[in-house]
């Protein structure tokens, strides 16, 4: 990964909306109103085609609970779907509306700040470009989609693709299996991976002539761009059928087997954890697979934790976790059971849902020499961050409760 460097003010092309900008700082009208009708009917069509491809690669396959993010860009603006809302369930009126050159303003940051104090100036930063936000507000690798010149762009976090990103030797084998892609290695999510993003993409366009179509984000992720949804549906399909050829000839199942369990042997595991935890703790119980022993990427941390309680539910048990790592654990495991605790059930089934992905993608690790879990430094970073803690905030109060 090479070193940062500052992109000076007015590198990007962008410019500032003016007429909607002054309108809507004046509080002349609703904002909604006026994007509303400022929009040309070709870039309503474009937010239509977002939506879909939202909720395309917003399925299980390619997403976990609140993960991942989508955009399509105008010249001036990007649209970009808000955090932690799922994709499966994003709407159009939900949308976020970005001033790309506002946006390009976090390029001239100084590059050198502490983590807290540079991450709280991107999202500063991020605020300041927002024309229009229907509800919440957007992801912080917002950045990372106005770096790529393709109108659509997705990132996602398949199990399919995180075995490899998410191995050993997944760096050199991916050389192999996608000579035209990009691999970056693990940089924290903010202001850092949008930066080195920015920087890795430069280089690739100097060697090749164009920008990427494929990204791999270690420890991260997918991200695939595109002129039109087609594009996007096309890359996405040659990533897939070459991962799953791969693995089919390393004799690995591309499915883990989730059981449930019996009602008597669910509902004895989650008496076991409420006398542990409190009564008040949701719990969803499933059997059949062995969940991650380490943090894969920031999403498992997010929503299932680092580590899981690997042993009956006690209270010692869970007092000797909370004081290792400071909190309680999302995932229970003993007797062959896997359990998601939270304090509602939308909580717990999207910890379940993490420990059963994260399950699939060691699994799939085999195939890339083995897992390659996150460094203590990544992982403590993930933890601590407020921006991480907003997304799992919007998850629970979602009214969508399929997205988990």
């Known amino acids: 990964m090479h070193g940062c460097q500052v992109l000076r003010e007015g590198s990007l092309q962008a410019k500032r909306p003016a007429d909607l900008g002054s309108v809507c700082q004046e509080g002349l009208f609703d904002i909604g109103t006026v994007l509303s009708v400022a929009l040309q009917d070709t870039d309503r069509q474009l937010l239509v085609e977002l939506v879909e491809l939202s909720h395309i690669y917003g399925s299980p396959d390619y997403v976990q609970a609140g993960g991942g ?36 303003k976090i390029y001239a940051m100084q590059q050198d700040l502490p983590a807290a ?69 693990y940089v924290d999510p903010g202001l850092a991976l949008c930066t080195g ?126 004081r290792s790592f400071g909190f309680d654990p999302r995932i229970v495991t003993w007797d062959g059971l896997v359990c998601g605790v939270g304090k509602d059930q939308i909580q717990a089934r999207a910890a379940l849902d993490l420990a059963a992905d994260g399950a699939l993608v060691s699994q799939l690790a085999a195939a890339f020499g083995g897992v390659r879990y996150m460094t203590d430094q990544a992982r403590r970073f993930i933890e601590g961050w407020e921006a991480e803690a907003y997304r799992l905030k919007v998850l629970q109060s979602s009214p969508d409760k399929g997205g988990c």
């Not at 994003?90 to 949308?95: A, G, H, S």
């Not at 936000?133 to 996602?156: A, I, M, N």
């Open 197 to 322: 993003l920015r920087i890795s993409v430069e280089g690739y366009q100097r060697i090749h002539g164009r920008q990427p179509s494929v990204i791999f984000l270690q420890n991260h992720g997918l991200v695939v761009g595109g002129q039109t949804p087609s594009q996007v549906h096309q890359i996405h399909a040659k990533v897939i059928d070459t991962l799953v050829s791969f693995y089919r000839a390393a004799g690995l199942s591309i499915r883990i087997d989730r059981q449930r369990p019996s009602q008597d042997v669910a509902s004895s595991a989650a008496q076991m954890i409420r006398k542990a935890f409190g009564s008040d703790v949701a719990v969803e119980v499933a059997a059949g697979f062995a969940c991650p022993q380490g943090p894969l990427t920031p999403d498992h941390i997010v929503y299932a934790r680092s580590y899981p309680l690997a042993s009956a539910p006690t209270p010692q048990a869970v007092l000797a976790y909370r």
């Open 117 to 185: 104090e540079g991450q709280a100036q991107v999202g500063r930063l991020i605020a300041e470009a927002v024309i229009s936000s229907g509800k919440g507000r957007p992801s912080v690798e917002t950045p990372l989609h106005d770096s790529l010149q393709w109108r659509f762009v997705v990132h996602t976090h398949p199990a399919l693709v995180n075995g490899m990103t998410c191995s050993i030797d997944g760096k050199v084998i991916c050389a192999r299996l996608f000579q035209d892609a990009l691999w970056m290695d």
């Open 69 to 104: 993010n989508t955009s399509v860009k105008t010249d001036r603006v990007l649209y970009v779907k808000p955090s932690g809302v799922p994709l499966a369930a994003v709407t159009m009126d939900q949308l976020v509306a970005i001033d790309r050159a506002m946006l390009s």
